[in-house]
């Protein structure tokens, strides 16, 4: 994916105001709006100038689209990096694009923005005044496995810009205790209630949709609620079996039976030890056969008794025999 310059596609500098973006936007409408304009391209580039003012426009995506596109030249390849909209809070609100007509860049990094969000209700027949509850907001949190596996009691800081007299957006931060069940998994919302935008009229105020995202882990790694990690095995373990123990998040272990000629990259399953939740998930183990070195004069005198005494023994054969009958498993 390529990286997307909005202020080129506008041709206003980075510290252009909320003004200048607007003119901008409203002379490249006259020009290139399908309607008016006879150039080949031109529903091509009203489309890219519409995403390009849906963001700058939005001084929440603004603030997130600055943050990450620092040093970054329209047209280099790029991926966001994980979490990287940790921390900022969006209200929903800004200039939204209709369902298909954004690209892959935009939808990368604001297609989930305010899916979530509930429209205001409209204020009830008879009352005094306009009553609507408020908008809710939403946000990333970046969690550690550990603490889906026993849940945990946790700070944030979540930054949101607000416009200054001048038109220029500044970031407030505010800081909340959020508390995390034990279960969640990645895509899960966590709700505050009452953390959003205050209502209109007496209504009440939105609440806070926090959406789980995990860091990356040395060893474990989650799928739903099924937990996966490496299983090293010494080879005499994979060859003639054995009870090993095995470290789960949170310090707690639990001894997986390996059976005989267990081989490298075999998953061993243990039901119902993934990730504990009302249905827990599954602990898949992939098996990794450890060598000895050998640059020990042992593991080196071993090897070449196995050697002399196992001549006809041929690993890719056995490996393409191996092949050739999972191919044939999954035909059946």
């Known amino acids: ?12 500098p980075r510290d252009a105001s909320a003004s200048d973006i607007k003119k901008a936007y409203r002379r490249l409408a006259r020009k290139y709006h399908p309607d008016v304009s006879k150039a ?21 995506k603004r603030a997130a689209y600055d943050a990450i596109g620092q040093g970054r030249q329209a047209g280099e390849r790029f991926t966001p990096p994980p979490g990287w909209d940790e921390g900022f809070e969006f209200s929903g609100a800004g200039s939204p694009l209709d369902e298909g007509d954004h690209s892959a860049f935009f939808e990368e990094l604001f297609g989930r923005m305010g899916r979530q969000t509930r429209p205001p209700p409209r204020g009830r027949a008879g009352d005094g005044a306009h009553r609507a509850r408020g908008e809710d907001h939403h946000a990333a949190i970046l969690l550690d496995i550990e603490d889906a596996w026993q849940g945990a009691r946790r700070q944030i800081s979540l930054k949101s810009p607000r416009l200054d007299a001048e038109g220029r957006a500044h970031l407030v931060e505010r800081t909340l205790e959020v508390t995390i069940p034990p279960g969640v998994k990645a895509g899960q919302l966590i709700r505050l209630a009452g953390q959003g935008s205050p209502g209109w009229g007496g209504g009440a105020a939105g609440d806070l949709l926090l ?16 937990l996966l990690m490496a299983l090293p095995l010494a080879p005499w373990e994979a060859a003639l079996g054995a009870v090993v123990p095995v470290s789960l998040p949170g310090g707690r272990s639990l001894k ?3 059976p005989a000629g267990t081989q490298s990259g075999q998953v061993i399953t243990v039901r119902g030890r993934g990730l504990p939740a009302r249905q827990p998930g599954d602990l898949d183990l992939r098996v990794e056969v450890i060598l000895p070195s050998a640059h020990d004069p042992r593991a080196r005198a071993l090897y070449e008794q196995m050697a002399r005494a196992l001549p006809e023994f041929d690993a890719r054969k056995q490996h393409a025999a191996a092949e050739d009958a999972a191919v044939s498993e999954g035909a059946r």
């Open 256 to 258: 997986v039976r390996v």
């Open 211 to 226: 959406e789980v995202h995990f860091r990356p882990h040395p060893r474990f790694q989650l799928e739903g609620a099924d």
């Open 40 to 60: 080949a391209d031109a529903a091509e580039r009203m489309s890219e100038i519409n995403e390009a003012n849906a963001v700058l426009c939005d001084v929440e």
């Open 1 to 12: 994916m390529e990286f997307k310059d909005y202020y080129k596609v506008l041709g206003v």
